[in-house]
């Protein structure tokens, strides 16, 4: 069977964009709060620095939420005990002040602004502070639980 030049292009972006969204969705949880509350408990290997896991959830404006994110600590050189940590994003995109940490923190509470589709960006507590060739040779391993608790 003969296929046309245009036809196998267009059958290698067809699979190439299969690939993508199947490795897009492979790091999207999309959490279902059962009277309230979420649990999630994985297991996280970082091999690059943009590695991460997302959590999305629809809350209410006034609802409030507590998160946690409860890990293990790795040490991957004498002075860096690594763990879990999250940060927040609204429905915008646009990161919500959750404290003074710029990699994330492990435990939050506070009050929605607007209702909408909330993300939840779960990463490795240090990771700007190793390579993508360390994080690789190292292969740390994270066994971690987030809860989300509305009230």
């Not at 949880?29 to 629809?58: C, S």
């Not at 995109?93 to 939050?108: A, M, Q, T, V, Y």
Request: net charge positive; aromatic share 12%; charged share 25%.
């Amino acid at each position: 069977m003969r296929i046309a030049y245009n036809a196998k292009k267009g059958l290698a972006v067809c699979f190439l964009m299969c690939s993508f969204m199947v490795f897009a969705h492979a790091q999207k949880t999309t959490l279902m709060l059962i009277n309230g509350k979420a649990t999630v408990k994985k297991n996280f290997q970082p091999r690059k620095q943009a590695d991460a896991h997302f959590y999305f959830l629809k809350l209410r404006q006034g609802q409030t939420v507590e998160i946690k994110v409860d890990s293990n600590t790795i040490y991957l050189s004498e002075e860096n005990g690594c763990g879990m940590s999250f940060q927040m994003f609204d429905n915008k995109g646009k990161e919500i002040f959750l404290g003074d940490s710029p990699d994330g923190i492990n435990n939050w509470e506070g009050e929605i602004k607007e209702t909408g589709y909330y993300k939840i960006k779960a990463v490795m507590s240090c990771l700007e502070s190793f390579t993508t060739n360390e994080l690789q040779k190292k292969k740390p391993t994270f066994k971690y639980s987030l809860e989300v608790q509305t009230k």
